[in-house]
């Protein structure tokens, strides 16, 4: 296995022989370390490729069975909690927040809606005190302090990426209403279940099939600053307070703690398994998740606009649905402007296309600097299209 053409492994339909080139260049031309790609259409497998090294010291082989943080993909996995509960008539994603989270109601929050929440529209897209690494390890003080804070701005209005609080804002939701954080309903309701082999934290069982995330450079204080200096508080609030990277995400603490909007530990598999139940109109594997018309809620559209967080990173409009980003016209998840799905910081991936049936999940441990459309997953997601 040489540095830059590791050996690729799994299998991938001569149709789709386009996605596994794309794969393998990604190591030869994008500086991939080590990765796993997964297609399904129609539920079957038709990619499920891996290769590459799970560690920087590139000493342990990516194995079929290799687990990686996924970083915001999570975010997928968690909004799919909510509508499950919302599909059985418990939540009501027109209702205040408030309604199950009496707290909640705080500094001007009582009409915040939970559809605000999923959509990114609810102005928390961070807290206004600092706030540590460990504190954001305390799901309840993390969770008060939401529940305590004012809003950057004018809830509903406008989109601004919640990075880490979606997961404590959607998550105590979830709690509330089934008793159950959405680690825990997840793996009850749908993964213990299906046999999918993701979880939200890391069991420590499971610590030793976990890959080594590396970031591609080291940003110096100087770089930081010039950033920084071109974001606004609500910006600044979602994206470093706290601010984490490899390292954080690489330890016991993180691995351990309940972060749903961020630390999901998976396969490429269970990631289109996952995406797949919205790609699958809710059925996987035979079995019924969603309904159809609760997919259709998940990418009802809340209203395209630049991004309060992410709008200095993109040169153009983006729309959330309720819980996950649409293609749109950029097509980030292909050519239908309504497939839909969530990117991971660092470049990992979880797509879904009810009108083709197609799911994709793609995981990596060399994190690039793209919160999206990492040009290694753009490459994937492209030649999934060309060989439809």
């Known amino acids: 296995m040489s540095e830059h053409e590791p050996d690729v492994h799994g299998h991938c339909d001569a149709r789709f022989t386009a996605v596994r080139q794309a794969f393998e260049e990604n190591f030869r031309d994008r500086d991939e370390l080590g990765a796993a790609v997964t297609v399904t259409v129609g539920g079957e497998p038709v990619v499920d490729l891996w290769g590459g090294w799970a560690d920087a010291a590139r000493t342990r082989?990516?194995?079929?069975?290799?687990?990686?943080?996924v970083w915001s993909t999570t975010k997928?996995?968690?909004?799919?909690?909510?509508?499950?509960?919302?599909?059985?008539?418990?939540?009501?994603?027109?209702?205040?927040?408030?309604?199950?989270?009496?707290?909640?109601?705080?500094?001007?929050?009582?009409?915040?809606?939970?559809?605000?929440?999923?959509?990114?529209?609810?102005?928390?897209?961070?807290?206004?005190e600092p706030h540590s690494r460990e504190e954001l390890y305390d799901w309840e003080l993390t969770t008060a302090r939401l529940a305590a804070t004012e809003p950057w701005w004018e809830p509903g209005t406008r989109s601004g990426y919640h990075a880490f609080t979606y997961g404590h804002l959607v998550g105590e939701v979830v709690r509330r209403v089934s008793g159950l954080l959405p680690g825990a309903f997840l793996e009850r309701e749908v993964t213990g279940p299906l046999g999918i082999d993701f979880t939200i934290g890391l069991p420590r069982e499971k610590s030793g099939r976990a890959a080594e995330l590396v970031h591609r450079r080291t940003v110096d204080s100087g770089e930081q600053a010039a950033i920084f200096s071109q974001l606004t508080p609500a910006a600044i609030a979602a994206l470093a307070n706290p601010l984490m990277g490899a390292a954080d995400a690489n330890s016991p603490e993180w691995r351990a703690a309940e972060l749903p909007a961020v630390n999901g530990h998976g396969t490429a598999r269970a990631v289109a398994a996952l995406y797949g139940i919205f790609?699958?109109?809710?059925?996987?594997?035979?079995?019924?998740?969603?309904?159809?018309?609760?997919?259709?809620?998940?990418?009802?559209?809340?209203?395209?606009?630049?991004?309060?967080?992410l709008g200095?990173?993109?040169?153009?409009?983006?729309?959330?649905?309720?819980?996950?980003?649409?293609?749109?016209?950029h097509g980030s998840y292909g050519p239908d402007p309504r497939a839909f799905g969530h990117d991971g910081f660092g470049g990992s991936c979880g797509l879904a296309d009810p009108d083709q049936g197609v799911s994709l999940g793609y995981v990596m441990n060399r994190m690039g600097p793209h919160i999206a459309d990492d040009p290694r997953k753009t490459a994937l997601v492209d030649a999934v299209y060309r060989s439809l």
Not at 288 to 297: G, K, N
Request: aromatic share 6%; hydrophobic share 40%; glycine share 12%.
């Open 61 to 69: 082989p990516w194995e079929r069975d290799t687990l990686v943080n």
């Open 76 to 128: 997928g996995p968690t909004a799919l909690c909510a509508h499950i509960l919302a599909d059985r008539g418990l939540l009501d994603l027109d209702a205040p927040v408030a309604a199950y989270w009496p707290e909640f109601a705080a500094a001007g929050k009582e009409k915040v809606l939970v559809r605000h929440l999923l959509s990114h529209r609810a102005g928390l897209s961070g807290l206004r």
């Open 279 to 309: 790609a699958g109109r809710g059925t996987y594997d035979g079995r019924r998740i969603l309904s159809p018309e609760a997919v259709e809620r998940v990418r009802e559209g809340q209203g395209s606009c630049r991004d309060l967080v």
């Open 312 to 329: 200095a990173g993109f040169d153009h409009e983006t729309e959330i649905g309720l819980g996950l980003w649409l293609s749109g016209p």
